[in-house]
């Protein structure tokens, strides 16, 4: 008896075209009276036999380019939900950071703390903050044109820099926004928010590297090593360190790292020293400054070995739970009834089938690393992308605030849907409808 399943075909709900056998009607001797077809010796008994469209072979599902194009289908799907995701998330941002609290405070930064509420609503206007919210989100998004502001001595505008003559400023772009590149200037750096977000993330994107390349191959070791055996001491004890690397923070595990390790006057690297095994008084900086023009093992291992451990063991247990139930899987049963060698089960059978599922959660963690460093960065002392963003958030930059939370959204779609699109590829059971 066939099972219908997601996407098969129509003719499998018709009982009288079902290659199937009541066997109670057969043995009764009125196999004429049953609603299934016998078939004869030899009969291909699969679904939808005999029908034109399944002459020779059973359904098998879609072939490769119907595949590739409800893998397209489902791609642009999810690129239009991703950009109506990001258009809400980014306006929930812009109205949070435009409040008139917010904006009453970098006008008094800008200006004078002792300005009067007439002199703060005179400089809100004369800069632009004082427009509708909808038109302020469309002049920053790049939809809408730039606001302008005449003065005593010129015009203001959002699309150029200072106070030009009215020349000048007919001759500037109406439409300076994120979609044209514009991603404003920073109040605090006193420079252009790409490029202090250009720097800082490819200071965070470097940690990032490093991070993955030391937490992703441990973690799926400890994790493959603790399922294979569950319930053995050795799944015991590395489940506990898994446990104990997700339950310490960062900032806990960062400041025992530096004091045990980076200390010249605790832990291990006075003894070292006195031994002769180090040159140095340290083994290892205790901040990671000049990491970002020079790193090396001294100054950036420690931020590494910081953020890697705390994500090392929630992958870990992910691992560890897919790798103990497929080895409790059927076909590694038949495998180990057959005489397949332990060695070659866990190899050839049931790694990949463990490793599907840790496969999202390790997407998931470049968010986290993107924006989840920010202890990290500020305890070592390395300007990264969580610096940026304490730093806006603590100085009210709101240009550079909105900066991050762009990059920090369109990072955590972008790895959501690459996240969906591996688990398609890898789990051949997910089928696209």
Known sequence: ??????????????????????????????????????????????????????????????????????????????????????????????????LYPNLEKLAKTQGNFRMSEEAVQSWLE??????????????????????????????????????????????????CGILQGDWGYSTVFKEDVSGIIAVRLGNTGYLMFWVLVLMVPSALIVGVLAGMREGSPLDRSLSTFSILTTATPEYVSGVIFIAVLASSKFGISPILYEWGWIESKTLFKGTATSAMKDPNFSNFFLPVLTISLYGMGYIARMTRASMTEVMAAQYIRTARLKGVSFHNIVLKHALRNALIAPFTVIMLQFPWLLNGVVIVETLFNYKGFGWVLVSAAGNNDIELLLAVSVVSVIVVLVTQLISDIGYVYLNPRIRIS
């Open 1 to 98: 008896m066939h099972t219908l399943t997601r996407g098969a075909p129509s003719c499998l709900y018709e009982p009288q075209g079902v290659a199937g056998v009541s066997f109670a009607a057969h043995f009764r001797g009125d196999a004429q009276k049953s609603p299934f077809k016998t078939p004869h010796i030899g009969a291909r008994a699969g679904p939808c036999t005999g029908t034109k469209q399944n002459k020779d072979r059973p359904y098998q599902g879609p072939d490769r380019e119907q595949q590739g194009v409800l893998m397209g289908l489902f791609i642009l799907r999810r690129t239009g939900v991703m950009v109506l995701t990001a258009l809400c998330l980014t306006f929930v941002v812009f109205f949070l950071t435009n």
């Open 126 to 175: 004369s800069n632009g903050y004082a427009q509708p919210m909808l038109s302020k989100y469309g002049q920053w998004l790049g939809v809408v044109p730039g606001w302008t502001f005449e003065v005593d001595d010129g015009i203001k505008g959002r699309c150029f820099n200072g106070t030009v003559s009215a020349e000048e400023a007919a001759q500037a772009p109406r439409l």
